[in-house]
């Protein structure tokens, strides 16, 4: 284990650009990123407008830039809330067992039978469109995917014997669960973190799309998509920045909750 | 202090203890041996209140004149640690890997005795040197891969023993060691017993380690007492079949001519059945070099032998 595994390099060389993008955007961006100029719509690539400008001249490096804060704020957000929710819960069950475990693992059941991005959608149109919304409804759906990572990694803890040690030297289950469950499944909860961040990004993009996430005149990679969509045959360079920004934000938080669980256990290293 | 009556676990696969009667007097030390699968990890776990979620127990258990067989975790908990301790098999298992051993040993002087990290740190070195590791205090700041295995099994031992319990249930401590440090381990749990007026309940399939370190010895099949004693007599002379078949695989190195034909180790043909396919009479029924039709159906009950008792039905009748 002397070298990091390539594709956690890589995916976290990629996460680092959208992540610095979004930073600079908080304090400064190429124009704001609202900034209309309808005399130069559609203006190409230059060295003013480093990819050129919308259809109402806004700059699309600037939008870019915010939406990639946007996206992985409501990324993190979602994934901070749900992962935390639903680890716990996964903790809980695990640690009562018996039928409150059943009972906890049949409702994330539920939750899984339910299509995710559909629930979501469900949510944010109850709750109404906005970022935080959006996050919110994401972090929900994100709650029964981690208690069921926590409670599997959990249970395999809870046999071990430093754990009867545990018990037998009559520590309590809150006490088991701070002391050496939680150490134990913190590899496996971090892998599904970052997996579920990718995820985040895409489920974003598209309540964004439709409507349901960022409002106007906020941008989201999503929302942009939307908007490039009817100018698809005019300007197509609209579509596929944003586009491509998604991709490659995924991409590398793929990359990067493959190589952190090659890091994790070292078994699961695929033969190349 | 400790008695079980006609204690029964049943899991959901089968009965894993059929009716075990065990007492325990203060400082007394009681070995319990078995084939694997033949209960005796399980009667360690009813002691401590830690059988798996599933099992149903019946008969009684008491502890300290309490009934504790319907007792729930909360009751249990007030017990384990002060009253009662264990000491597992795998001291690399034992102990989390994560955690230093000194913060582990620490946590139940903390916890359960109110210490102030300095008092159970001090506590915590004289447990150490009580449990004879060398440089105990640097031994606090490890982590369980830089001790070796016996130093682990100490370290667990001066877990166990942080807060003074009356009894300690020693689930095979010296199976995963090899065999000098596993005589040194028993040596160390004796002096413990002693010094301390500690009862010592000392599970293995190790005759020779139970030999040495108890007094009386109960013998587990199927989850069914078979033969109880005092230690010696019971394996200078056994009266039930399953115990002498024991006896008889022990390793016993021989001097033989060079070049001789290494002796055959002597075996009991078969292994323990799940517990869903145990006879329902004689659990040893099936593999018993001696058996009877009336074996596999009819349970034998225990009788008196010259040490203790026996269950098998050949004693029923007098026969030898």
Known sequence: ?272 | MLQATSLSVRLPAGEALRGVDLSLAPGERVGVVGESGSGKSMLGLALMGMTPASARLSGRLTLDGRDMTRARERDWRALRARRIAMIFQEPMAALNPLRRVGTTVMEPLRVRLGLTRAEAGARALALFNEVGLPDPADRLRQYPHELSGGQRQRALIALALACDPAILVADEPTTALDAEVAARIVDLLVRLSRDRGMALVFISHDLAAVARATERLVVLYGGDVVERGEVGAVLADPRHPYTRGLIAARPRPAPRAPGAPRPRLAAIPGSVPPLADLPAGCRFAGRCPVERPECAARRPAPRPTPHGLAACHLLEEGAP
């Not at chain 1, 680092?16 to 690539?45: I, Q, R, Y």
């Not at chain 1, 990639?68 to 935390?84: D, H, P």
Request: hydrophobic share 60%.
């Open chain 1, 1 to 272: 284990m002397s070298r990091p595994p390539a594709n956690l390099l890589l995916g976290g060389a990629l996460v680092a650009l959208a992540a610095l993008a979004a930073l600079v955007s908080l304090v400064w961006t190429p124009f704001p990123h609202a900034a209309l100029d309808v005399a130069n719509k559609f203006a190409p690539p230059s060295a003013e407008h480093w990819l050129g400008t919308d259809q109402l001249g806004r700059d699309l490096v600037s939008q870019l830039m915010v939406g990639a804060a946007n996206s992985l704020a409501v990324a993190l957000a979602a994934v901070a809330l749900g992962g935390g929710l639903g680890t716990a819960l996964g903790l809980a069950a695990s640690a009562m067992g018996g039928w409150v475990e059943d009972l906890a693992m049949r409702i994330c059941d539920l939750g899984f039978a339910f299509p995710a991005l559909l629930f979501a959608i469900m949510l944010a149109a109850a709750f109404g469109p906005s970022l935080a919304n959006a996050a919110l409804a994401i972090a929900f759906i994100n709650v029964p995917v981690f208690a069921r990572v926590a409670r599997g990694a959990a249970n395999q803890v809870w046999v071990r014997e430093f754990v009867l040690a545990g018990r037998a030297a009559g520590r309590s289950r809150l006490a088991l669960t701070l002391d050496h469950i939680v150490p134990n499944v913190a590899a496996a909860v971090i892998v599904q973190a970052t997996i579920e961040f990718a995820v985040a990004i895409l489920a974003e993009a598209a309540l964004s799309y439709l409507g349901l996430g960022a409002q106007p005149p906020s941008p989201s990679w999503g929302r942009m998509l939307a908007e490039a969509q009817t100018l698809l045959w005019i300007e197509p360079m609209l579509a596929i920045w944003p586009g491509l920004a998604i991709v490659v934000t995924v991409l590398g938080f793929g990359l990067m909750g493959d190589g952190l669980r090659d890091l994790a256990d070292p078994r699961l290293v695929r033969e190349r």
